[in-house]
């Protein structure tokens, strides 16, 4: 069979080497706050100038998946999200880091990342031509059902429905500030320059999660406790394991289908495998608490975008999301077009690729679990360094994405404003859904009804936008139903 | 005293001066591109970094400053200390259409025109399921029903085009804006538009396969890479339109460090190499001196300028 002489050139040592690098270097880009998996493909290009199709792109495959794992390192052990893929991570991530089970955690997310990669990359070996047409069905009504069905999740991760309803609305509102999407006029900048494309989203995110935990760390050290931690192994524990099976597939799944769809990404794939699997599990108060299940589902979803993201890339020349409209500009360099004549001219690129999403997922693997015992030593740095230079890590992360000094702004103002809302109760991870989701669901919204004449049934009128639809009513009423079906099995019981 | 140190420092600051312009680039040169790195404004002009540094042995350092439609990149650039330390990837949208629309810093006078290297050609392009399959069924169908055609953002350079071509055609369409160039293409592979602007890079895999089918070409001549494409202007349509790939950057750059940089861009143009990749990435390698490009971009200003009128965008954000 072809397929085999194809995959003989991906283990020639050099572009082994060169994957491994890719990956390695993926994993400390995303491991640093404010440098995400995107910057680190694009910055690489040049760099396979010269290379052949199938080393070159396999390095920046190999970034891709190394710089979305490696974002669950600073989410777990500094409650930073080292990528916006990784901001659920933080919700058990950083708990368990805290109860002295960082390397579990950490090991957890490795393991969890692995599986979703590797599902995924079968899923891309085997079905992508097939899976490709689901991505183009969605149309504006159809983005606007999905994004409204993963703002319910506000619903559930919050365990005060009308503090996360206000957080989500906050996010919305945020959301707004910057050009319209659809008459591009400017909104709610009061004049600023730096705000014409609205308040950047990772500084946004850095503040919110990290800075303020800095404020909340500070006013602790201040009170003069200081709690001594201990980082566990790098194995989780046998329990821990079979409680997240479940969380797993679910997320690989979720991961890979969300992956398909272009324009939502890792981000989107993780929250809404989170509040799945918490809906699904037993015990979903224990989500939130530092419970290995909630890391298992994030992080087996953000990981299985990666392969499934190219999906419609290799298929129909639809880069899924932002890393691979990156990839695609790199496969344009090598002269190579993507779409489905690329399966019949270059069969030996795509098979490559497929190859290459599974050796860089194994090499993922072995570099996260083998620096588990590294990163965690982080811990061990007195509490009062390490938040002074999570502070510098937080200016730093935020300036250089954009080198747009509003965004240091926007990180501070969104620390304070993260370091408020924790005091008083309201959940920051429901502002940063909206935040995700609220562009996507406005612009679709008005893209939508812009295209149909203001005709509102044409957001009802497909079976994508009706399942959809239908999971929002169900999910909006799921924490009633749930409680309906505990007090019917009660009474049986009696 | 007073006075012979004065006279010293200004001859040393004369003689530094024209020193600085002989052996200019004493130190990198920022190449300020004005969107997130990645695309292909930002890959070619890595590129044009590459072969700066390969021709003139100084350094060219490419700095991604994204945001606002690339106005804010664009603005740092237009409004840094003009050594000639501080250069910008001069693009159509930030540098034309913006200062029309408003909320910006800088005006199109502010800006100083060193050299063009390259255009992206554009084409229009029907979706799939678009009931037009060429240039005479799209017209004919525009004269019914306005067809959608989607775009890379509000008031974006590919809203201007297809607005200011429906204009010199004397037909209407409804523009659809998306996030982006990469989305819109994938509403147009879908079917979810009728038609949209692309570039050859984009359009040619798509339309071999039968995703998309090319309508017309917004160049006075037809383009090798689709020869059985008409341009527009073969059908009576008075109209071209391409976005370009130059090298700006601000006013008050003294001339020989301005003689310097426009040498520069011409020679990088007329490299083999620099020639060879770019039109592997799909650009199309052409130089225009200064004046030249200056000219070409106060032209595409005036059609903006009467297309965001129609729109009523001119001014719209000040």
Known sequence: MDTIAFLAPLFAPQVLLTIALGTFG???????????????????????????????????????????????????????????????????????????????????????????????????????????????????????????FGLTIIASLSGDLLKGAISGLLGILISTVGADPISGVMRYTFGIHGFASGFAFTPALIGLFALSEVFTQMER?????????????????????????????????????????????????????????????????????????????????????CAAALIPLLALGIPGDVVTAVLMGGLLIQGLAPGPMLFQTNPDVVVGMF????????????????????????????????????????????????????DLYTMVGFGVLGWGMQKFGFSQAALCIALILGPLLESN????????????????????????LGLT????AWPYISRAIVRDRATQHQ | MIKATFTAAAVAALTAGAAGAADFPQRPVQLVVPYSAGGSTDLSMRVVADTFERLFDGQMVVRNQPGGGGGIGSSAAIH???????????????????????????QFDDVEFIGLFARSLQLMVACADAPFSDYDGFIEYAKTKAPQIGNSGAGGANQISAEAFADAAGIAIESVPFNGSSEARTACIGGHIDAMVASPAEAKAASESGQMTPLFVMEDERIDLFPDTPTAVEKGVDFTWSSWKGLIGPKGMDEETLAWLRDAVKQVAEDEEFKKTLTDMGEFVTYEDAAAFEARARGELETSRSVLEKLEMLGMNN
Do not use: H
Request: proline share 6%; hydrophobic share 50%; net charge positive.
């Open chain 1, 26 to 148: 993926g994993l400390v880009i995303g491991a640093l706050p404010g440098l995400t998996a995107t910057m680190g493909v694009a910055l690489l290009i040049p760099m396979t100038f010269g290379m052949s199709p199938v080393m070159g792109l396999n390095m920046l495959i190999g970034i891709y998946i190394g710089g979305i794992y490696g974002g669950c390192v600073s989410s777990i052990l500094l409650r930073t999200p080292g990528t916006p893929a990784s901001a659920a991570t933080v919700l058990d991530g950083y708990p368990m880091a805290q109860k002295g089970a960082a390397g579990r955690a950490l090991g957890m997310a490795t393991i969890a990342s692995t599986i979703g990669g590797l599902i995924a990359a079968v899923v891309l070996a085997t079905l992508a031509p097939q899976l490709a047409g689901i991505a183009l069905e969605f149309g504006a009504p159809e983005y606007f059902a999905l994004a409204l």
């Open chain 2, 80 to 106: 840094a200390r003009p050594d000639g330390y501080t250069l910008a990837a001069g693009a159509q949208g930030p540098l034309v259409i913006l200062p029309l629309i408003g909320g910006t810093d800088y």
């Open chain 1, 355 to 406: 190859g290459g999403t599974f050796i860089a997922t194994i090499f993922m693997f072995i570099f996260g679990m083998a620096l588990i015992p590294v990163f965690s030593r982080i811990l061990m740095i007195p509490r009062r360094l390490l938040a002074m230079s999570i502070v510098v890590f937080c200016f730093i992360g935020a300036f250089s994405i954009n080198l747009n000094p509003v």
């Open chain 1, 221 to 305: 050290i201040a009170g003069g406790e200081e709690p001594i931690k201990s980082v566990s192994g790098r194995w989780p524990t046998r329990a821990e394991m079979s409680e997240s099976k479940g969380a797993l597939i679910r997320g690989s799944i979720i991961g890979t289908l969300i992956g398909i769809v272009p324009g939502t990404g890792s981000g989107t794939a993780s929250w809404i495998a989170y509040n799945e699997a918490r809906r699904a599990s037993k015990t979903p108060e224990k989500f939130g608490t530092g419970y290995a299940p909630g890391i298992a589902a994030t992080e087996s979803a953000n990981n299985a975008v």
């Open chain 1, 445 to 468: 919204l008005r893209r939508g009804l812009l295209q149909n004449q203001d005709n509102v049934l044409s957001f009802i009128s497909t079976p994508i936008t009706l399942l959809f």
């Open chain 1, 473 to 476: 009513v169900l999910s909006a």
